[in-house]
């Protein structure tokens, strides 16, 4: 077999597997931001009927994974593998939701990039010839991230304006070997970057150069334009990440006219009081298996270049005064087979 | 392409990946134990020199990873990937681990199965096309561990007899698309099982039903009888979760003459105050690294099927009184080709 591999970072993929179905499940804050009709379900009780907020999370993943099989028409016992994770210690919101679940499973930790990280795998595992149908879900949740990372809710912190808003919603794809678009035709895995940020309050800081790094390997790696994307996405660097990220760019001479950011588009930036954005697995997660999927089969889009961003820091690294390091996965979808 | 599924959960690789190089670290009580002679380095000061349990575990993880590209002959840069994952919120002793390295990342969560869902995962994408070189890495502290899970290593809480002891150590293993064996042959990729087990002290408990469900689907899918693998062996199941996959088989009429349990096997039970035996990530990576790849090399086995066991738990859904998702992944290792 011939490799698949474009440079040192990206590989093409020979049949892209394509997007069979796709779901996704978010709050009551998230419902009442600009993507609210792009959401499958708003939940005013953020608790989705659950007694602790990680099972409200894990409640998430398990409806937005039904979800998306239902479009497909599939049942869970269909898959061959589904990819997951959230930002809870331990991975709890995914080992829960998938418990019950008659299929494969790959448990997987890349923070907020966890959706890319899963589609690429997911993608890579059926090009490769190891099934037909796959799923990949991620998840995060306000209340689980708050008390985990930071204070208790009841505290009522103060947060800094660098601070981003840890979305509560999932997000969930069924990739499948065969059918309609649009397809996976490319995945640009990305190295972990560190720049020394170690400031927890601005992680789109801290991850803006590892999104850099991917985004520009990836345009290297395929010998491409950023125009030939419709799209070029980043998935929680919020208003100021994007910003380094542009900076990073111009400073290269290229301007980065199609580029946004899943953090920036989630919510209403100046109306709903989140500083900086959206930020967690469910951010980028809901935003694709939203806005930007139901784009392209409007035509709206036809080639987008989603880029999964992670910090990949934990709270006790944070107290031993470590960096954060950053890394970026991007999959590129298309809604054409040939692209 | 036609499949590389064999049944339901089982993919054969078409052209099995070799394992290229090895490598392994561990601590003082390790070094004391049976194996002592199959492990790479035997560190004395538990902390190897650093600041904090995980700062130790990372460091840990970077030996046994260049340790084996060493061994192997290349370097970080020729990696197309690197797995990695261990028992850390958020998995930092991985991401500090492999940050700097020059390599793309892929983060995994898995418990104590990650070796096992490591070398899967790299074996899948190696056999894809995707690339020609890639390392699984996995890692425990017993320190990290325990004041993560349990309680302060100073307070010096009694265990009870079902507990096990979290192994000091990582292994790296350097899988290659081309090269003699011994080679990866076929995988299995678990389901997640969860049979009520609520007691965190009893983990074997929890996952052996994970490992029977993995073994007995592994042997179905491939129409092969226990006695094909010279050994069958789990992660870390400790003595009594041994007896209870044991009686599994026994149930079924099979009695498993050629099966152990890295847990078992890496300390002296009666003499190292153990109890059960060795768990944690760094359990089955280290024997596998070790003994059992050592012992393949040496002619003593000739195929051996590696059953990764992960118990899905945090200390939050324990508190939440949640019973414990065990999964099981089993990876087939041959100095054949052809097995």
């Known amino acids: 077999m011939t490799s698949k591999k474009l440079g040192k970072q990206t ?53 937005a994974l039904q979800s998306a099989l239902d479009k497909t028409g599939q049942a869970a016992s269909a898959l061959d593998y589904v990819f997951a994770g959230d930002l809870l210690n331990q991975c ?8 019950g679940q008659d299929t494969s499973f790959f448990g997987l930790y890349g923070a907020c990039s966890t959706m890319a990280e899963g589609l690429a795998l997911a993608a890579m595992v059926l090009d490769g010839g190891f099934g037909n149908l796959a799923g990949a879900v991620a998840s995060s949740h306000f209340c689980s991230a708050e008390r985990q ?18 979305v509560t919603g999932s997000g969930a794809v069924i990739l499948s070997r065969e059918g309609e678009g ?41 010998r491409r334009k950023p125009s030939y994307y419709d799209l070029i996405v980043t998935g929680d660097l919020g208003s100021l990440g994007k910003e380094i990220v542009l900076d990073f760019f111009h400073k290269d001479g290229v301007e980065l006219q199609n580029y946004d950011d899943c953090g920036v588009r989630i919510y209403d930036l100046q109306g709903q009081d989140v500083h900086c954005g959206g930020s967690g697995c469910g951010c980028s997660a809901v935003v694709l298996t939203g806005q930007l999927l139901d ?27 470590e960096s ?16």
Chains 1, 2 share one sequence.
């Not at 709890?92 to 418990?99: D, L, P, Q, T």
């Not at 009841?154 to 981003?164: I, K, L, M, S």
Request: overall charge neutral; charged content about 20%; glycine content about 10%.
């Open 92 to 99: 709890i919101a995914s080992s829960f939701a998938v418990r």
């Open 11 to 63: 590989v093409a993929f020979a049949s892209p597997p394509t997007i069979a179905g796709c779901a996704n499940v978010v709050g009551k804050k998230e419902g009442e931001g600009p993507l609210a009709a792009s959401f499958d379900l708003i939940q005013e009780d953020d608790t989705f009927g659950e007694a602790s907020w990680e099972k409200a999370e894990s409640t998430m993943q398990r409806m």
């Open 324 to 339: 954060i390091p950053g890394i970026c996965h991007a999959v590129a979808i298309s809604t054409q087979r040939g692209d």
């Open 295 to 321: 784009g392209m089969k409007e035509g709206r889009w036809r080639r987008i270049l989603f880029c999964g961003t992670g910090a990949l820091l934990s709270p006790t690294s944070t107290m031993q005064g």
């Open 149 to 166: 990372y930071r204070t208790p809710l009841e505290y009522g912190g103060q947060r800094p304006p660098t601070a981003q808003w840890t």
């Open 182 to 222: 649009p397809y996976v035709t490319h995945a640009t895995i990305g190295k972990i970057v560190d720049k020394g940020i170690k400031d927890a309050n601005n992680m789109g800081a801290a991850m803006a150069p590892a999104a850099y790094d991917t985004i520009s390997t990836h345009l290297s790696d395929t």
